[in-house]
């Protein structure tokens, strides 16, 4: 499942909350994911830019997919149907988008990218947020599913420089299999509690601290092995070289804890020196680049180390055109009980374009390469897994009314794999429906 349904992700994010914290009419906003997970739910852009206390919304979407279990041969078409009503509370009143969280079971810590802290002129900023998902197989209907997305923020700022940010997000939800063995559904919950602490001592000199818990557990024992804990800190400290430019270094420690697999029980020490820039409206980022060292509990597992690096940038040529650069590297934990880990190394980019003040679209193509670490066995071939994923997702939106939207797209997934298991197409077309209050 991992990359059928991020290709989605990609288009849903880059049109859901792009368009929301513009300073112009192009779509900018700030990623939270380079080459989103595919276990992110559908979201809508729900967060107008003023006022407002309840904001309800529904989501309808159909789906065709000439590959429904993304497998080599044998290809399964379907018909999807996808029905999401939810409800948004904010207090005191906004309509802004201020939490943007993607999330994947396989990355250390639950989160894609690390979480930029929003900002709010605001002394206190809450808000709680409920969407249930139905979705409907024409043919395949004994895997019609519902799930279930919760989460909440809250933000407080003193006078003393202090402030002080924490997120909750509760997930029940499905994906594909697409291991090339079995065809179905696997069914987990996750959470994610993330607190952010940020003290700036003086006009040049800021600090930050994060501590995040992600719990993982799924509900069929083909999957047991993939249950686990993590806990994450991290420390940072900002220097302001311009105005809107600041440099850092960083550190960061996950201790990751598995409930039956305990040989892949590992801590992670990672260390990181950056920028971010929030120069103009048009031009918005942060790069980071360091090293990872990952020691395994067991002593039967080899220790891992290696370079890594995050890119989350914007810019926007004019109130009509912009580009969008996301990116990393890092270990992750092994979606396979032969591999300890797996490098995973993302770019993805998209070029966004207003058309006239109601028409609008985007293009965006993703490139990962996953390199799996501890020698595995498929048809009679014992050897390190590795493969290279491409996805490509044209789309357009029209914006009927405030309260309207229209988006219509075509995805296109390809993952090469040095086991053919592993190996699929997949062409995907998409038409949905946004309404919100």
Not at 68 to 89: A, H, I, N, Q, R
Not at 269 to 277: D, P
């Amino acid at each position: 499942m991992y990359w059928r349904v991020s290709i989605l992700s990609l288009f849903f994010f880059i049109f859901s909350f792009g368009y929301s914290t513009a300073a112009t009419d192009l779509p900018v906003g700030q990623s939270e994911t380079a080459l989103p997970s595919g276990d992110e739910e559908i979201t809508a852009d729900i967060f107008g830019k003023k006022g407002g206390v309840i904001h309800p919304f529904l989501l309808f979407e159909e789906k065709y997919t000439d590959n429904l279990y993304l497998t080599d041969s044998d290809k399964d078409e379907e018909f999807v149907t996808t029905v999401s009503p939810g409800l948004w509370l904010a207090l005191p009143g906004n309509r802004e988008k201020l939490l943007e969280i993607g999330l994947s079971t396989s990355s250390p810590g639950g989160l894609n990218l690390s979480r930029i802290k929003p900002e709010t002129t605001r002394r206190t900023q809450g808000y709680l947020l409920y969407a249930p998902e139905f979705v409907f197989y024409s043919d395949h209907t004994g895997d019609n599913s519902t799930n279930h997305r919760a989460e909440g923020m809250f933000q407080y700022n003193f006078n003393m420089g202090l402030s002080i940010d924490v997120i909750d997000q509760f997930n029940s939800r499905h994906e594909i299999n697409d291991n090339g063995i079995y065809e179905g559904l696997d069914k987990y919950k996750d959470n994610l509690f993330d607190l952010i602490m940020v003290y700036e001592t003086s006009e040049k000199f800021k600090f930050r601290f994060d501590y995040s818990n992600y719990d993982l557990e799924y509900d069929g024992s083909v999957n047991e092995y993939r249950n686990r804990n993590d806990n994450s800190f991290s420390v940072y400290a900002f220097y302001q070289v311009k105005p809107k430019t600041s440099v850092f270094v960083e550190y960061e420690f996950s201790d990751i804890e598995f409930d039956t697999y305990t040989d892949a029980d590992s801590v992670e020490n990672r260390f990181y020196t950056g920028v971010e820039w929030d120069v103009t409206a048009k031009t918005t980022g942060r790069i980071k680049v360091g090293y990872i060292f990952k020691d395994f509990d067991s002593g039967d597992v080899d220790d891992q180390d290696g370079f890594s690096f995050e890119i989350q940038t914007q810019h926007n040529f004019n109130p009509k055109r912009g580009f969008r650069l996301t990116g990393f590297r890092r270990f992750n934990e092994s979606t396979m009980v032969d591999a300890s880990t797996y490098i995973a190394t993302g770019v993805s980019a998209a070029w966004l374009q207003r058309f006239t003040e109601k028409w609008s679209g985007t293009l965006a193509v993703g490139i990962t390469n996953e390199q799996y670490k501890g020698e595995s066995t498929f048809e009679g071939v014992t050897d390190e897994r590795e493969d290279d994923i491409f996805s490509v997702v044209p789309a357009l939106r029209y914006e009927f009314r405030d309260w309207m939207t229209f988006d219509l797209g075509y995805a296109f997934a390809q993952r090469n794999s040095s086991f053919s298991t592993f190996d699929y197409n997949e062409n995907t077309i998409f038409f949905r429906v946004d309404l919100s209050i």
